[in-house]
Nanobody
Framework: QVQLVESGGGLVQAGDSLRLSCAASGGIFSASIRGWFRQSPGKEREFVAAIRWSDSTTVYADSVKGRFTISRDNSKSTMYLQMNSVKPEDTAVYYC??????????????????WGQGTQVTVSS
């Protein structure tokens, strides 16, 4: 049973930095795609960033490019999202997700089979 557990959310001020972690367990495949999505009240879940586990190729949403960095620690099977220069519009519940197989790094949340429970990030102005 694959489990994804996020941590690191909290309340920060605009311009601050925050690092989210996503720990995976339960035999997730090393060839998978893993990503971060976020959802604000009244809005659809949106893509933030994703990484191909085998070669660390990354993809970012335009809204976070240059501010957020996705990375992974293979030894810990953990994925990170370093969030710098955060803005109030980054406020959301952040979810990590995993796609069991495939090479293509999808931005479509329906392509990801496994999800964490989410961690709240609140950015005050």
């Amino acid at each position: 049973q694959v489990q994804l557990v996020e941590s690191g959310g909290g309340l920060v001020q605009a311009g601050d930095s925050l690092r989210l972690s996503c720990a995976a367990s339960g035999g997730i495949f090393s060839a998978s795609i893993r990503g971060w999505f976020r959802q604000s009240p009244g809005k659809e879940r949106e893509f933030v960033a994703a990484i191909r586990w085998s070669d660390s190729t990354t993809v970012y949403a335009d809204s976070v490019k240059g501010r957020f960095t996705i990375s992974r620690d293979n030894s810990k099977s953990t994925m990170y999202l370093q969030m710098n220069s955060v803005k109030p519009e980054d406020t959301a519940v952040y979810y990590c997700a995993a796609k069991r197989s495939g090479w293509y790094i999808s931005r479509d949340n329906s392509q990801y089979e496994y999800w964490g429970q989410g961690t709240q990030v609140t950015v005050s102005s």
